[in-house]
């Protein structure tokens, strides 16, 4: 009776796994979608990161993905 439940469990674990997004599958979203690229980069800009960016750039020059997302917004509304 065990078995079956942890062999359940176990394709439900596979099941969830799939589910996941990468950070990679977001910025191939934002590549993608021009109109809420720029949204989320206003309110990031705006609400988010104004602080410390200003007080801390080398946090965010640390923070690859972000580093990866800024690229994509360059490059493409460039």
């Known amino acids: 009776m065990l078995n079956i439940l942890f062999s359940s469990l176990e394709r439900q674990k596979d099941i969830e796994q799939k589910k996941k997004l990468t950070e990679n599958d977001i ?3 934002f590549n993608q979608n021009q109109f809420l690229r720029k949204k989320f980069m206003r309110v990031m800009d705006e609400n988010h990161l104004s ?6 750039p080398d ?7 972000y580093q990866e997302f800024e690229k994509i917004c360059k490059e493409l509304d460039d």
């Open 59 to 65: 946090i965010v020059a640390s923070w690859k993905y």
């Open 27 to 29: 910025l191939k979203f």
């Open 51 to 56: 602080y410390i960016k200003k007080h801390r």
